[in-house]
């Protein structure tokens, strides 16, 4: 017994210490980023960055401008997008893949959804510049398909691998005294499904759809390659844009080094990193309280 208990000791502290490790290195993170950011907002005022949509760092016969606001609206415009196109299809397949389709087919969808999530991102990046984008400029006699609609269809393709398969496991998880009482007292099948099966599994569903969010608004690859790079105000989904995770990568690698535009590059990824915070802290907050009414 003794040895019994000095094995579940051992175990649960190894456990804590994982769960510490986590934590320090989030906390270390958010410290190297606003230790790196401070000296961009001793030149920059706060609500200049924040709110002017003028970003032009290398100015040279004119002040350089630092404001994030049109690559910030740009990155709603394009992770939202995607949200919407990915949320019902991701939902509806795994309704399909968990109540409806049959073993055989299971057995083949399953597979190609998690081959999905294991494309690279460049890939999906090609595809929407030879591919998505020619389709997006034919349709609305466009010179060229990169911008945000493009971007959106190209996030929304690589979050439905996460939301079917979350969302699945969810639907599974609900327990099948449900469905067999809807069922026993007249519902049909797609009634059982729609009204108490999805609402039964909302949380879980919800998780989904956030993780799914964190993967539109970190991408970089993609949205770098079919979104125009513009930095500029949008209008629409047919204009290019710029996100902030694009911004990044184009130019931290050729700014020199200590200077204002290299700080700013990491006030925007302080920037990226609380919307990150508040979006999971939101979706926990959303969890709890489903979970508490459903109790």
């Not at 990169?146 to 690589?158: F, K, S, T």
């Not at 790079?229 to 130019?251: G, H, N, R, Y």
Request: charged residues 10%; glycine residues 8%; aromatic residues 8%.
């Amino acid at each position: 017994m003794a040895r019994h208990a000095h094995k579940e000791k051992l175990i649960h502290g190894l456990f804590l210490l994982n769960g510490l490790l986590v934590v320090f290195l989030l906390a270390g993170i958010f410290a190297v980023l606003v230790k790196t950011s401070i000296p961009a907002f001793r030149e920059i005022p706060l609500g200049q960055f924040l709110f002017s949509s003028v970003w032009n760092p290398t100015a040279t016969f004119t002040k350089p401008s630092y404001g994030i606001l049109a690559m910030l609206v740009s990155t709603f415009m394009v992770s939202v997008g995607a949200l919407a196109i990915a949320i019902p299809i991701g939902v509806g397949a795994a309704a399909y893949l968990s109540d409806v389709a049959n073993r055989h087919v299971r057995e083949i969808a399953k597979p190609i959804v998690e081959i999905l999530a294991g494309i690279p991102s460049v890939v999906i990046g090609f595809l929407g510049i030879v591919l998505v984008g020619p389709m997006i400029a034919r349709i609305f006699g466009l010179p060229n398909g990169l911008n945000a609609l493009n971007g959106a269809i190209l996030l929304a393709v690589m979050a439905l691998p996460t939301i079917v398969s979350l969302s699945e496991d969810a639907l599974k998880s609900v327990p099948r005294s449900f469905q067999e009482a809807s069922l026993a007292l007249g519902a049909t099948h797609w009634q059982t499904l729609v009204k108490v099966k999805i609402p039964a599994a909302l949380s879980g569903i919800i998780a989904a759809c956030m993780l799914g969010m964190g993967r539109a608004v970190g991408e970089t690859m993609t949205v770098l390659m079919a979104t125009g790079c513009s930095i500029k105000m949008p209008a629409s989904f047919l204009d290019s844009v710029q996100t902030m995770t694009a911004t990044i990568a184009i130019e931290l690698g050729e700014v020199p080094y200590n200077t204002t535009h290299y700080y700013a590059l990491f006030g925007i990824g302080l920037v990226l990193f609380i919307i990150t915070f508040f979006v999971n802290m939101a979706s926990d907050i959303i969890l709890h309280k489903y979970q508490r009414v459903m109790k």
